[in-house]
Structures are given as C-alpha cells and as structure tokens.
C-alpha cells in the first residue's frame, strides 16, 4: 500500500471500538468499527503500527494477512488484517491502492461473459484464501461470532470470501460490512449469496460515490446485502437501512448512456466532500472529483463518527 490511503496514526480514532457490540445484531457501533478495520488494512507496510492501533482499540490480536510471496495469480495483490477482540474474529480487507497496477486489473478484469462472478474480484479472494479460510474454519468450529469488511476492492474481495467460505468451509452465520462496494456479481451468485447472508450485510455507501455503481445492471451485475445510504458529509441513519436485499442503489441513472454522461458531469460539480483528516493529504483530497472523494475511506469513518 501506499501514502495514498494510508492514514496518519494520530487520525486514527481511539473510540473506534468503543460501541463494537458482536452480539446485538446490526449496530451503527459496529459499523463504525468495520469501518476503521476497513482503513486500517490499508497500513500492511507497517505492522508495528497496526499493533499500536490494535491495542488502542482492545483488541486481543491484530496481524496482517499472511499471502504467498509467489502466487500462481500474479496480478492480484490483496491485503487486509485479521484480529479477535469482544469475543469475535474479524477480516478486513485493503481497498484499491491507485498506484497499484495489480489492483487495478483485479478491478477491470471481469473474466468470462459465463461467469457470475467478476473474476478479477475471485482471483484477488483466492490469493490470501489459506490464511483467511483457515480463521474461518476455527471460526466454525468454536461458534465464535465472525465479521468480515472491506472498503472498495477489499469490499467485493469480502463478498466474494463469505461465499466461498459458505460452500467450503461451512459458515452460515457471519455479518459483513461493506463500504463503497462495486457490483461483485450477476443472478446465480447474488441469489446464492443473499440466501446465505445476505440478511447480515450491510452495505453502505456514502454522497454520490461512483464506486458502488459499477459494473453496471446492464452488463448483468448486481449487488448484495442490505443497502443504506447517506449525504456528502453525513451521518449513517441506521432507520434508512432497507430490510430487503434486492436493492441495486446507486445507479447511473435510468438510461445507462446518459446516466453515465450525468455520473461524469457530477464528477466535477457539487459541494466538497468533507473530511475529518487535518493532514496535508487530507486537505488535498477536497480537490478531487466530489463523486471519487466522497468513495475515500476517511469519508465513510466521518459518516458513522458518533
């Protein structure tokens, strides 16, 4: 990972945790928490600094995922961290790192017409499937509560993880929290993939991040889980969380061609997104495109801070 979305460890909020509540069903709390795993599985160059964040936050362990030096998926390049902590394992995946070639392939790399699920997606899940699918399995075994988050690419990665881990490893209870995640596949996989969990994830999205809206319905992607939404530089209503598991908000707009025209206009006009981060970085960020600042991880922190 890079600068880019790293984040300065004094931003790192020390109540992160303080609401995490691995027993009560849906929680803003615990959102918030997987929120903050979620950025903190960007600093896998620094595993120092994970510990000390780690500790801050209670948590009994924290540890970078462990992926094979040599893969036999050479373009795919996935990070994350696993922790325990209130009695609960967690996962959390690294997003899209700009200056990460191999992330981005992951990200355009949708595979065969056939398939239904974005390839690029399964083939970044199975780089780090040995260590993630082995916490699972002990997860099983102790009927130890799992919770599974992603931010961007590490959202879908997350997805398509909890699927797998369904039909391999024999999960059927886990809550995944998801944040500006794209569409990670089509009919047959969402189906299965709401059937199984789709009443435990939630999937959030914040302003008019562009992320979510992509791959497009018409090309035959849809998403999962719960949908909730928020304003550019809002708060997360947990009463606005849908029940159903059907939604595939946003979207470009009704017409593909000129929502996508509409979606490319927004880029460049509205509000600033704000942000909670004081570094030069942060303050920068204001200068990008409302509609890709308001997809950046810190923007998603703010909008579940208490």
């Given at each position: 990972m890079s600068i880019?979305?790293?984040?300065?460890?004094?931003?790192?909020?020390?109540t992160a945790f303080a609401d995490f509540a691995p027993a009560t069903g849906f929680s803003i709390g615990t959102a918030r928490a997987m929120a903050w795993m979620?950025?903190?599985?960007?600093?896998?160059?620094?595993?120092?600094?994970?510990a000390r964040v780690g500790r801050m936050w209670g948590l009994d362990s924290v540890r970078p995922l462990e992926v094979p030096v040599?893969?036999?998926?050479?373009?795919?390049?996935?990070?994350?961290?696993?922790?325990?902590?209130?009695?609960?394992?967690?996962?959390?995946?690294?997003?899209t790192d700009p200056l990460s070639l191999r992330n981005w392939i992951s990200n355009l790399y949708l595979g065969r017409p056939s398939a239904d699920v974005h390839e690029g997606f399964q083939a970044a899940a199975a780089v780090a499937w040995a260590d993630v699918?082995?916490?699972?399995?002990?997860?099983?075994?102790?009927?130890?509560?799992?919770?599974?988050?992603?931010?961007?690419?590490?959202?879908?990665?997350?997805?398509?993880?909890?699927?797998?881990a369904c039909s391999e490893k024999n999960l059927r209870r886990a809550e995944v929290h998801l944040f500006g995640a794209p569409r990670a596949g089509k009919a047959e996989f969402v189906d299965r993939y709401n059937s199984s969990l789709g009443a435990t994830?939630?999937?959030?999205?914040?302003g008019e991040d562009i992320v979510p809206t992509v791959p497009p319905v018409e090309w035959g992607f849809h998403h999962v889980g719960r949908f909730l939404q928020c304003e550019r530089g809002g708060r997360f209503d947990p009463a606005r969380l849908l029940d159903r598991v059907d939604s595939d908000e946003p979207s470009p707009g009704d017409d593909f061609v000129s929502g996508i025209?509409?979606?490319?206009r927004d880029l460049?006009?509205?509000?600033?997104?704000?942000?909670?981060?004081?570094?030069?970085?942060?303050?920068?960020?204001?200068?990008?495109?409302?509609?890709?600042?308001?997809?950046?991880?810190?923007?998603?922190?703010?909008?579940?801070?208490?």
């Open positions: 880019l979305v790293e984040l300065p460890e004094e931003e790192y909020s020390a979620s950025q903190l599985a960007y600093e896998t160059r620094w595993p120092d600094k994970i040599e893969s036999i998926l050479p373009l795919s390049d996935t990070r994350g961290i696993l922790a325990t902590g209130g009695g609960a394992a967690i996962i959390a995946f690294a997003g699918g082995t916490v699972i399995e002990q997860c099983v075994a102790d009927d130890r509560p799992l919770f599974i988050a992603g931010h961007s690419l590490g959202a879908a990665i997350a997805i398509v993880t909890a699927d797998r994830t939630y999937r959030f999205v914040h025209a509409l979606r490319v460049f006009a509205g509000p600033l997104s704000p942000t909670s981060r004081n570094d030069a970085l942060g303050r920068l960020s204001q200068l990008l495109a409302p509609s890709i600042a308001d997809h950046l991880p810190d923007r998603y922190c703010h909008a579940l801070a208490p």
